[in-house]
């Protein structure tokens, strides 16, 4: 199962960012590609103490969904809503500058696998408490579900 902890599967992810353009078209959803880059910036900054999320968990998602998004080997669906903190139409970063915001998505993705020890700490917004191979793995679920979104 591919995770951002891994080296080759890191590698082929931020390729795949790399591929976007500020003019991809959405394959499905409403996001624009520099607000799914800002959005994908937003979730990295918010892991790595940078924003406030409120938490919105329950047992639910702290369990069985968070099981079945990170582990059944399903893509996660479409159409998904977002908190607002994390959403570019409501209070999530908007987009400035499409090269400088995908620059440093990539930098924030290698400093999310680069440094899995500050995830001790930190609460996914619907799983609650994760391990460091849960965060790995559900950073690289996330960053494949919007690329996909843009036929990345």
Avoid at 45 to 63: N, Q
Avoid at 102 to 117: D, H, N, S, V
Avoid at 132 to 150: I, N, S
């Amino acid at each position: 199962m591919k995770t951002l902890g891994n080296f080759s599967d890191k590698q082929e992810v931020l390729a795949r960012v790399a591929r976007v353009r500020v003019d991809s078209p959405r394959v499905w959803g409403k996001m624009s590609a520099p607000q799914m880059v800002c959005h994908l910036r937003d979730s990295f900054r918010s892991k790595l103490g940078d924003g406030s999320v409120r938490p919105a968990d329950t047992f639910f998602t702290r369990t069985l969904m968070k099981w079945g998004a990170l582990w059944v080997p399903l893509r996660w669906p479409q159409g998904i809503k977002t908190v607002p903190e994390l959403d570019q139409k409501i209070g999530g970063t908007p987009p400035v500058d499409f090269e400088a915001d995908r620059q440093e998505l990539i930098g924030l993705a290698e400093q999310f696998a680069g440094k899995p020890g500050f995830l001790a700490t930190a609460r996914h917004l619907f799983f609650g408490k994760m391990s460091t191979g849960e965060w790995m793995r559900w950073a690289y679920l996330h960053m494949d579900h919007h690329l996909r979104q843009f036929g990345c």
